[in-house]
């Protein structure tokens, strides 16, 4: 089985900062790696994926994550966060192997971006 | 636009009553998920359904039946409502394959007293 592990449950930056969201996972076989967005009081939205190829992959608003295989990480950035970033993001992974597209999810980290 | 839409939005329950929550996709996806979040967490998969009239039991589905009528529509059942319930219920969906992002609703909110 596999597991997603968001190690900062808070995060508060100044808007304007860089900030970067940490997630690891934990799986022995080929996986899909995502990220959601989930303002308050709302579901989640999708914001980037990553499967094979450049380990980079942008998102929508400036996001991006690196996949690291090395590091079983896939952490997500952005170069200058906006106070609407605020949000809590989750990291999912979904294992290649699923016949369908089941999605574990991570605890989840509360951005706080301050004006 | 293809979207997701739960009923209802919030709603409270009395322990030991049967509770049902309903959520509709014009997305014409085959997949159709059941999650709870509770405060401080992530989200936890009860059940899911890859077609009409089949549903797969997720990661912790206990207390939980689902139902899915129809390619559109998949409901989540509490036939004994308890205290533990408590929780922000979302429904997703998506379409085949493990590389297919998911569309959420809103959420419902369940309050179990």
């Known amino acids: 089985t596999q597991t997603v592990s968001q190690s900062d449950a808070h995060v508060t930056v100044f808007e304007g900062d860089s900030v970067e969201l940490r997630c690891n996972y934990s799986y022995g076989g080929s996986i899909y790696l995502s990220w959601y967005i989930q303002h308050h009081g709302h579901g989640l939205q999708f914001l980037l994926k990553y499967y094979s190829g450049n380990p980079v992959v942008q998102g929508v608003n400036g996001f991006e994550a690196e996949f690291s295989k090395s590091d079983s990480s896939f952490h997500l950035r952005k170069a200058s966060v906006h106070w609407s970033d605020s949000a809590v993001y989750f990291c999912a992974v979904s294992a290649a192997n699923n016949a369908g597209a089941k999605l574990t999810f991570g605890g989840g980290t509360r951005l706080t971006v301050r004006p | ?113």
């Not at chain 2, 059941?34 to 077609?51: A, F, K, M, N």
């Open chain 2, 1 to 113: 636009e293809a979207a997701v839409t739960q009923s209802p939005r919030s709603k409270v329950a009395v322990t030991g009553g049967k509770v049902t929550l309903s959520c509709h996709q014009t997305n014409n996806h085959d997949y159709m998920y059941w999650y709870r979040q509770d405060t401080g967490h992530g989200l936890r998969l009860i059940h899911y359904s890859y077609v009409a009239d089949s549903t797969e039991k997720g990661d912790i589905p206990d207390g939980y039946k689902a139902s899915r009528p129809s390619q559109e529509n998949f409901s989540l059942i509490l036939e004994l409502a308890s205290l533990s319930q408590t929780a922000v219920y979302f429904c997703a969906s998506s379409d085949w394959g493990t590389n297919s992002d998911y569309t959420f609703g809103s959420g419902t909110r369940l309050l179990v007293i």
